[in-house]
C-alpha cells in the first residue's frame, strides 16, 4: 500500500482574529502550520517569526497564508512571490483599484498566488451552486444577493452565473433608515436603540450588452452580522428559480414542479450522535457531504476548512507539475474586488460605472 503525502505546511502571516479561524481549521483537517509571521513578539500557538523568508528558511514551509488587513496585503503577497512561494491571501488583495493594477502588474503572471474566498464554498451556497450546475434551472441569467458585501457577494454572483472576469456595468444607489443592530463581532450588543444604517442597491450587467446575466446587490450596513435582516439568495435561469433553499422549475409540457433544498442536521430532539451538519441534499441527489464529520463546526468554519484544504492540494498538485488553476486565483479575486469599488464608485458618482480593459483579463 502507498503511503499518502502528507499535507504541504504554511507560514501563517498576521494574528489577528481572522488568523485565529485559519489556525482552528488547519488543526481540524490535518494541515501543519509551522510558523506565525507577526510585527511585534506576542504568545503564538506556534513558532513565531519576524518575517516570511525566516520562518520558511527555519521550518521549510511550502506556501503562505496571508490574514493581514487589505491595506498591508499587497506586500505580504509581493513579499512572497518574490521568494517564489504560493501563497493564499484574505480578501480583497488590494485596498482600491489602483492598488490592484500594482498588485497585478508585480505578481500576476507569477501564477502563485490564490485569494481565500470563503463564501462560495458555505455548504449552504456549494450545495446551491452543485444545483445550479446540474442544469435543474436552465441556463442562470440573474443572481440577487442579499447577505454579505461588495466584493463577496459580486464572487457569489459570478460563481452561479459561471462569469468569467471581464466587462461589466454598474449603477448603484443608497437609501438610509433606522435599523436595530444587535450583535457585533464582540456578541450581543446593549443598546435596543436603532441607528441610522445605509443600505446599498446595485445593478451589475456581467459582460458585454445583451449578454443576458446580472446581478443585483442590496446589503445594509453590518448586515452580515445583523439576526434582523433575513439573508436572501436568489438564482434566475432560463427555466427556473432558487429563492434559498425553494426550488421551482419546468417539468415539461403543463408542468411546474415545486421542491426544497434539505438540510440533514444531527443532535435535534433524540438523535444523539452530536450536533453536526451532515448533508445537503435535493431530492435523492446529495448535494453537499459533510468532509469532516464530527467537527461540530459551523457554515463559516467548513467555508475555511475547505479554501485550505483545496489550497493545500494545489501546492501539491502544482509540485507535482499540474497546471490546475487553483482554489480562487488572483484574476478572480481582482475582478470581484475591482466590481465592488466600482459599486462604491456608482454611488459616489450618482452614475453608472463601466469596468473595462482590465489586465487581468
Known amino acids: ?9 504554511f507560514v501563517l502571516v498576521g494574528w489577528g482574529y481572522r488568523s485565529r479561524a485559519w489556525w482552528e481549521a488547519a488543526r481540524g483537517i490535518g494541515v501543519t502550520c509551522a510558523g506565525i509571521v507577526v510585527r511585534s513578539p506576542r504568545e503564538t500557538p506556534a513558532p513565531s517569526f519576524g518575517s516570511i523568508a525566516e520562518a520558511v528558511a527555519t521550518t521549510g514551509a511550502r506556501f503562505v497564508v496571508s490574514s493581514v488587513g487589505w491595506t498591508s496585503a499587497a506586500a505580504v503577497i509581493a513579499e512572497s512571490v518574490d521568494l517564489g512561494l504560493p501563497i493564499l491571501s484574505e480578501t480583497p488583495p488590494a485596498a482600491d483599484l489602483e492598488g490592484l493594477d500594482t498588485l497585478w502588474s508585480q505578481v500576476g503572471g507569477s501564477g502563485l498566488v ?70 457585533s463581532r464582540a456578541g450581543w450588543t446593549p443598546d435596543p436603540a436603532p441607528t ?18 446580472s446581478g443585483v446587490y442590496d446589503f445594509t450596513d453590518l448586515q452580515t452580522r445583523n439576526l434582523l435582516r433575513v439573508r436572501r439568495l436568489v438564482v434566475r435561469g432560463t427555466h427556473g428559480e432558487l429563492d434559498g433553499e425553494q426550488v421551482l ?7 411546474v414542479l415545486s421542491s426544497r433544498i434539505e438540510r440533514r442536521q444531527s443532535g435535534h430532539d433524540l438523535d444523539m450522535s452530536g450536533y453536526d451538519s451532515e448533508t445537503l441534499s435535493h431530492g435523492d441527489h446529495v448535494l453537499w457531504r459533510n468532509p469532516w464529520p464530527g467537527r461540530r463546526w459551523s457554515d463559516d468554519e467548513h467555508a475555511t476548512a475547505a479554501v485550505l484544504a483545496q489550497m493545500a492540494t494545489w501546492v501539491s498538485d502544482s509540485e507535482a507539475g499540474s497546471s490546475a488553476p487553483g482554489p480562487y486565483p488572483l484574476a478572480e479575486a481582482c475582478q470581484d474586488a475591482a466590481i465592488g469599488f466600482a459599486i462604491e464608485e456608482a454611488v459616489r458618482r450618482g452614475a453608472p460605472v463601466t469596468l473595462a480593459d482590465q489586465p487581468w483579463w
Open 196 to 213: 441610522d444604517a445605509t443600505t446599498t442597491h446595485a445593478v451589475i450587467q456581467f459582460g458585454a450588452p445583451g449578454e443576458g446575466r
Open 114 to 183: 490564490q485569494v481565500a474566498e470563503q463564501y462560495p464554498h458555505y455548504p449552504s451556497h456549494a450545495a446551491r451552486l452543485a444545483l445550479v450546475r446540474s442544469g435543474a434551472l436552465g441556463t442562470p441569467t440573474q443572481v440577487q444577493v442579499s447577505s454579505t458585501q461588495l466584493y463577496h457577494a459580486v464572487a457569489l454572483m459570478r460563481a452561479h452565473l459561471d462569469a468569467r472576469p471581464g466587462p461589466a456595468l454598474v449603477t448603484a444607489t443608497t437609501t438610509s433608515a433606522p435599523l436595530l443592530q444587535p450583535l
Open 249 to 255: 422549475r419546468w417539468g415539461g409540457p403543463e408542468t
Open 1 to 9: 500500500m502507498t503511503t499518502p503525502e502528507p499535507a504541504p505546511s
